[in-house]
C-alpha cells in the first residue's frame, strides 16, 4: 500500500481492544493482541499508547495501523538480510481464516508460531535517551567506553549493540553485557543475533537517509522455530521501536525533535503527572500532533 492509501484507511477514532474474534486471545501487551489460530498466530496491534510503562486511557486513531503496514515494509526490506515471522500470502491468509473486516486486516500480522528470544536487541548510533545520561555520569554506555568530549546526540564512532532483558509488562527492562546475553540465549546464538541486529541498523539507517530522517536507535526482537533457524518477529523499525529524527534539523549538542510519541511525554511531563496509574485523559491536540508524526515517519519511508 502507499502512504497515501494507509492515511486515507485511518479510523476517526482510536481502536484501542480487539474482542470478538473466534480464537483464543493469549496475550495482551501494551498495544499488541495476539490471537491462536491453531497453526499460526495473529498479532493485532491497537492504537494503544503508552507513556512512562502506563497503558494511557487515550489511543492514537489509525497508530496500529500505521505501525503494522511501516513493519510489513521493512519485512520485505529486511527479507535478504534475515528471515521473518510473516506467513508469505497476507491477504489469502487473512481471506483463508474468514477476516475480513478492513480495518483488522490492516493492523494485523499472520505469523508463524516461534518461540522468542529472551532478550530484547536494541542497537545506539547515537549518543541520546538513557544512553547519554549514562555516558555524563560514567563514560559508558551500558559497559561500552567511549572517548571523553562527546555531546548530546552525536553519532558514535560506531553502532553499539546494548542488549536489555525482557521485563513482564509494568516492569522496566534491564541493560545485559555481551556474557550475560551469551548466558542467556546461548553463545551461538547470541552472536548470530548481535551480528544481524547490526546489519539490520545499518540497513535502516541507510534507508531513513535517503528518506531524510535520521535513525538514532532501535529495538529487535527474534525468535528461533524448532530446527533453532533465526527469524526477525515483532515490530521492526517503527517509530514505537526506533528514534527518528528529521535529518534537516539535527544538530549534535542537543536533543532533537523525534517522530514518535514525544509530544505526549512532554505534556504529561509538563502537567507534572506522577507517572503512576491512572493516566490522565490527553487534550485532543496532544493526539492529532502524535498521529502527525507517525504519519510523517511513514510518508517519508514510503514516499
Known sequence: MTSAAIAAALPTTAVTSVDGLPFPKIASGK??????????LLLTATDRLSAFDVILPDGIPGKGIVLTQLSNWWFAQT????????????PGEFQKRGLHDRDLQLRSMIVKKLRPLTIECVVRGY????????????????????????????RLPAPLFTPTTKAPKGQHDEPINDAQGAAAVGAVLYEKVKAASLALYQLGHDRAA????????TKFEFGTDAAGKLFLIDEVLTPDSSRYWPAESYAPGQSPPSYDKQFVRDHLLAIKWNQSPPAPRLPADVIRRTQEKYLAA??????
Open 127 to 154: 549518543l541520546v535517551g538513557s544512553g547519554w545520561s549514562s555516558y555524563q555520569k560514567t563514560g559508558e554506555v551500558c559497559g561500552h567506553r567511549l572517548p571523553p568530549g562527546l555531546r548530546q546526540a552525536c
Open 298 to 303: 511513514l510518508k517519508n519511508l514510503l514516499g
Open 79 to 90: 527479507a535478504a538480510l534475515i528471515p521473518n515471522h510473516l506467513l508469505p500470502d497476507q
Open 31 to 40: 498495544v499488541r493482541e495476539i490471537f491462536d489460530l491453531g497453526d499460526a
Open 210 to 217: 535517503q528518506a531524510g530522517m535520521i535513525l538514532a536507535d
